[in-house]
């Protein structure tokens, strides 16, 4: 394709900005394993029978498309990300650059299979049409127009609340210790007063709004702890997110001359002022420094090797069985290998029941079953938080999981 610009005589500050933040995008994650597996793909294409059973000679990107869903359109598991990529790989260099409004054409020959963002002509060639864009500047980020990997408003909400961290963190967190005017329950708006903990923990830092020091914090309630299924053993505690605060005065102190003439130093509390509330706050509850904001990016995958794990727990859920987007604690972490990205089948054990074929009535127990997909978004040390996705039968604490076929 033959594209031809006109002259740009002067590029405006918003237009660099936005030029800038996709370049920024353009940095996003891809692993030497998936452009090793896309650049294979890209030579020789996939198998027709890999495709999924319906998949269409054509289809255009549109707005709300995320590259999961369109993943699963062409291909049998959406997982299997890279091959798309790869399909495509002399049209779109970088695989998180997909836009509403391309085509992809599907182009099977020979029992294999090419994703093009042009159509391919009766000799192999793709036509030689000319586009020609008019000499005009728009802003737009790029990072923002770009489908995403899953539709944002599953994932987003999670991101800002659950927080594991171990014991040692939890204790060492400052704490609300008064309130204005004596109130019980605190919400947006409100001013309070908290502390670092007292000299029983030194590590301990103390609140200040010195260059360089955490002035946004999010406000927690207990520390559930959060054990292995198989072992028992606690892998960390998960704090009960209930809002956000902002440091307005440091912690500090003052001397206070007593009756008896004797002078005392006493703490000063550091002032917060509440900028945002899930739930009411009270005295008690922890803060902890709101962590440095990430850029994102979701590329579905099968782990490299071999992992299988348990759910731990269903996050905010009082009942007892979870369903498709919902969240879930799995006891794998970035010690295991966890990585954001990575896809795991869910599988539901299978029944013991009695062989009613046998006079021996002998116990049996039958084949486990996959029972949907999950994929981590948030990882810690020994544990990560998952999207539950394509879920068939309800998914409760302890059912296992492994790399998907």
Known sequence: MHTTF??????????????????????????PAQQSTAAQVAQTGIPVADL??????????????????????????????????GMNLEDIRNPHRIYPGQQLYLDKREGRATLRTRRVGG?????????????????????????????????????????IVDALTFEQAPRIV??????????????????????????????????????????????????????QE???????????AELVRGESSTDIVQKDGKAQRDRVPATIDIVAAKEEMRVGDR?????VRELRSYVPRAPSSRVTG????????????????????????????????HVMALLKDGERLVDKTDSARPMIKLPNERNGLIMVFRTFDRLSYALLLQVTDGVKVGDRFTNPD
């Open 287 to 291: 803060l902890i420094p709101e962590p």
């Open 6 to 31: 006109g002259r740009l005589r002067q590029i405006s500050t918003a237009a660099l900005l936005a030029l800038a933040a996709g370049a920024q995008a353009q940095h996003l994650a891809v692993t």
């Open 52 to 85: 999924a059973p319906n998949a269409p000679d054509s289809y255009v990107v549109r707005s709300g498309d995320t590259l999961w869903a369109i993943s699963g359109l062409f291909l049998k598991s959406p997982w299997r990300w890279p091959e798309l990529w």
């Open 123 to 163: 000799d192999g060639a793709a036509p030689a049409d000319t586009v020609r864009v008019s000499p005009r500047v728009r802003a737009e980020s790029l990072a923002d127009s770009a489908i995403p990997t899953l539709a944002p408003q599953t994932i987003e909400p999670f991101l800002a609340e659950p927080l």
């Open 178 to 231: 008064a309130t204005q005017e004596g109130r019980v329950l605190l919400s947006r708006g409100d001013r309070a007063y908290a502390l670092s903990p007292s000299s029983a923990h030194p590590e301990a830092k103390p609140l200040s709004t010195d260059k360089g020091e955490p002035l946004d914090f999010r406000v927690f309630r207990n520390a559930t702890p959060l054990k292995d299924p198989a072992t």
């Open 310 to 341: 348990q759910i731990v727990s269903v996050y905010g859920s009082a009942v007892a069985w979870a369903a498709s987007n919902q969240i879930v604690v799995i006891n794998r972490g970035s010690q295991d290998g966890m990585e954001r990205g």
């Open 234 to 244: 606690i892998l960390g505690y998960e704090a009960q997110y209930v809002g956000k």
